[in-house]
């Protein structure tokens, strides 16, 4: 046995099967500095997408200190999908070249999942903004195990009862008792490119606390503490692999401690345009310029399952909490 992307799982002949009582343990960062500034993102900024301030947060939260990984989300599938009601699996995972090797055995009923022990702890993918939000649910309910439902995945931080279609999706949004979330872009924005220098409108160009363009170098020999993994030669950066192991640029975190916010898979978040969910960041097989702070790449169906999008999930205070830290803010609220 052996910890694996925080799920304990035992792996023999380099599969990894992951028990449905598994825990997953989601390393967070917190994100302080409430009330900040935000700033212009889009093509108003020198960048794509239509234009919006973002990065504004009114209060401390915490966010996945990396993607989730496909050791932790075959962990999720085991534990509410033996009978796969809404999809949460793409047999892509398995079959395509890009899929994170995760492989569902059995019949409807009694499926189980396993995933290659050097997949592991690289980031899921061929994911849907759907699937995403009923990790998130999970989460927020405990990680119970039994059938896709209101007490799983259908109710917790959002309710979905079964919302599969683009526009049942597009409608749904963060309920106010909600803990275990798909970040916010305001969320994913801030903690990728804010200088955490206080409540400031002060950020950085790329999620690696810089505005020089990053290196790909995975020792970080050259560039140390500016690398990601985005399109360039060679490609892919770590063959066979395309994303790379999770934290793999140890030393290129954000100024709040977050990694691969630029590059690896895009990240779904929580925006809506017209038809469109947004994503975020980048991924193995786009160029570096979709990981600067301008780029609002808000172009997916939030149905779409593709081997270049994943997410990560945040932390968020109790709506008490939220309430208390806007009345500290305009002042209504005075401490003894």
């Not at 799982?9 to 599969?15: E, F, K, S």
């Not at 967070?28 to 973002?54: I, Y």
């Not at 009114?58 to 796969?84: M, R, W």
Request: glycine share 12%; with cysteine; hydrophobic share 35%.
């Amino acid at each position: 046995m052996k910890a694996i992307g925080k799920v304990l799982v035992a792996c023999v002949v380099g599969i990894c099967v992951v028990s449905a009582q598994a825990t997953v343990i989601i390393d967070t960062v917190p994100v302080g500095n409430p009330g900040n500034a935000g700033e212009l993102s889009g093509v108003g900024a020198g960048g794509v997408g239509p234009n919006r301030v973002c990065g504004a947060v009114a209060y401390t939260y915490n966010i996945g200190k990396y993607e989730v990984t496909a050791g932790q989300y075959a962990a999720f599938l085991n534990a509410v999908a033996a009978t796969d009601t809404y999809g949460l699996y793409n047999t892509g995972m398995w079959s395509e070249t890009y899929g994170c090797k995760i492989q569902r055995s059995g019949s409807s009923g009694s499926y189980t999942y396993s995933v290659a022990s050097d997949r592991a702890n690289r980031p899921v993918n061929l994911i849907s903004w759907g699937d995403a939000a009923r990790f998130a649910n999970w989460m927020r309910n405990g990680q119970p195990t039994g059938a896709q439902g209101l007490s799983t995945t259908e109710d917790g931080s959002y309710y979905l009862n079964g919302a599969t279609s683009n526009a049942a999706l597009l409608a749904v949004t963060r309920k106010t008792n909600a803990t275990w979330a798909i970040p916010t872009e305001d969320e994913w924005y801030k903690a990728a490119y804010h200088k955490n220098d206080g409540v400031t409108g002060n950020y950085w160009d790329y999620p690696t606390g810089t505005d020089s363009v990053p290196g790909r170098d995975m020792t970080e020999a050259t560039n140390p503490g500016n690398n990601a993994n985005y399109n360039g030669s060679p490609f892919p950066i770590d063959s066979p692999y395309y994303t790379t192991v999770a934290g793999e640029f140890q030393l290129s975190e954000s100024p709040y401690g977050t990694f691969d916010q630029g590059g690896n898979v895009w990240e779904w978040n929580e925006a809506v345009d017209g038809s469109f969910r947004g994503v975020r960041g980048g991924a193995y097989e786009y160029g570096v310029v979709n990981l600067l702070a301008s780029d609002r790449n808000i172009l997916d169906f939030p149905t779409n399952e593709f081997c270049y999008i994943g997410f990560r999930v945040c932390e968020v205070p109790e709506p008490a909490a939220i309430v208390m830290l806007a009345l500290a803010g305009l002042g209504i609220l005075h401490r003894r």
